[in-house]
């Protein structure tokens, strides 16, 4: 969400599935009949003008762009929809949800910063937050509304140390090695902490947190090295 | 502020993901509010996650869908409220805390009070507790994981003290007695995912008090 300068990645740098199970018989199920497969997205995205998709979110703010609303929608929201599926979403839900995330785009357009974050990333906090808004609805049906509970956002400088485009991002992950890019993987894609994920893995709490943790200072250092050495 | 004690990175992904249930995030939320270094690393992961989302083989809507949702983008979006902000003298803490410090009742014992912010699934809560100068609440365990961050003062934990901002969890079964430092009081956002079990007498008096069963 405040992540800075991130554009879509390049085709071919995200893995579609890890290359070694932990352990025989593990669940990750890659292929394409379940409906949980990532596959990559090798085609060139539409709308990719400079900008990307950052600048059709910039046109909803500044002039109510529907043409533009139109663009982004028609490749997110299938996108969103595909993530809930895989999180166990009714198709239903998936497509109300998703719906939801693209109207949250629209109202909230104007509090997205281009020079802080990734379109893609910024819907994917959204869709994120709604789906963790609808879980805690459901589980007290008493809530009154959907509550916010994402931090502060933090200033231009702070979130500018953390962040580079999303093609440098993917490049890092398909460099991890493939037992720390596996649980990273399972975290965003079958909804689970790390402790649900240690036990499916029939890992120590401490391997996976440890597998998490050196995930997060590589991908880090890669990010902080000068761009062409990458 | 000088935060020294941190989530771990397995609970900043657990918080990108989505996979902290909502009590949960409430604790991690208040951190990333006053730790930059923490924000950034849950920044990259969601960042992960938004090019995740982009590489994955789209759903199609139904025909409609689209329409749908333009039709929708007339109406005007309904007013929200002004989010609630918290006390002067906490660090910043998130909208649905600060509304609880206002409206949830205060469970009192002696030394301590407690005020419950959000429940469930299950046994989770996620609840404030607060320990005047010196005082704290009697030993007691968790068997199950604990989070804990401090919105104010310090308090001690066995060797450790931890100050504004500071974060602490625990994984399974731990045997503690927090007590705040001498020189104020000290309040605590705390997320459990299992009960409370006093492990003396006191507790037994206590833990009632302030709501803990
Ligand atoms: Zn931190």
Redesign the pocket.
């Known amino acids: 969400m405040h992540v800075a300068r991130l554009s879509p990645p390049k085709s071919g740098a995200w893995p579609s599935r890890p290359s070694r199970l932990s352990r025989p018989g593990a669940t990750w199920r890659p292929d394409a009949t379940d409906g949980r497969r990532v596959s990559l997205h090798q085609d060139p995205s539409p709308c990719q003008g400079p900008g990307g998709f950052s600048h059709l979110i910039t046109a909803i703010a500044e002039r109510g762009d529907r043409d533009a609303f139109a663009s982004l929608f028609q490749h997110f929201a299938p996108r969103v929809k595909s993530y809930l599926l895989r999180l166990g979403a009714s198709s239903e839900a998936a497509e109300e949800l998703a719906q939801e995330t693209l109207l949250t785009v629209w109202r909230r357009a104007a509090s997205f910063d281009p020079a802080l974050s990734a379109a893609s990333t910024w819907i994917f906090t959204i869709a994120r937050n709604l789906r963790v808004d609808l879980a805690r609805r459901e589980m007290r049906a008493a809530a009154p509304r959907p509550v916010e509970v994402s931090p502060p956002e933090p200033g231009p400088d702070q979130a500018l140390g953390a962040v580079q485009d999303q093609a440098r991002i993917a490049k890092a992950m398909g460099e991890l090695p493939a037992e720390q890019a596996e649980v990273i993987r399972e975290a965003f894609f079958a909804d689970k902490p790390h402790s649900e994920i240690a036990r499916d893995l029939g890992l120590p709490l401490g391997t996976v947190k440890s597998r998490m943790r050196l995930a997060l200072i590589r991908l880090r250092a890669r990010l902080a090295e000068p761009e062409d050495s990458a | 502020m000088n935060?020294q004690h941190?989530?771990t990175e397995a609970r900043l992904l657990d918080y990108a993901s989505g996979a902290l249930s909502g009590a949960a995030r409430l604790v991690v939320a208040a951190?990333l509010g006053v730790?930059p270094?923490?924000a950034r690393g849950v920044h990259l992961f969601e960042a992960v996650g938004g090019g995740m989302l982009d590489a994955l083989t789209p759903s199609p809507l139904a025909p409609d869908a689209l329409a749908h949702a333009l039709a929708r983008t007339e109406r005007p979006s309904a007013a929200s409220d002004p989010l609630p902000p918290g006390p002067e003298d906490w660090i910043a803490i998130p909208p649905l805390v600060a509304r609880a410090v206002r409206a949830a009742p205060r469970r009192r014992a002696p030394g301590a009070w407690m005020q419950a912010v959000s429940h469930g699934p299950g046994p989770a809560r996620c609840y404030l507790l607060g320990m005047a100068a010196g005082r704290g609440v009697p030993p007691h365990s968790h068997r199950a994981g604990e989070m804990t961050v401090v919105l104010k003062g310090a308090f001690r934990d066995g060797d450790v003290i931890l100050g504004p901002g500071d974060?602490s969890e625990h994984d399974g079964e731990v045997s503690h007695a927090p007590q705040a430092t001498a020189d104020g009081d000290c309040v605590c956002l705390i997320y459990t995912d299992g009960p409370l079990v006093p492990a003396d007498w006191i507790g037994r008096i206590v833990f009632p008090l302030l709501g803990f069963g």
């Open positions: 935060v941190h989530p951190h730790c270094d923490c974060f």
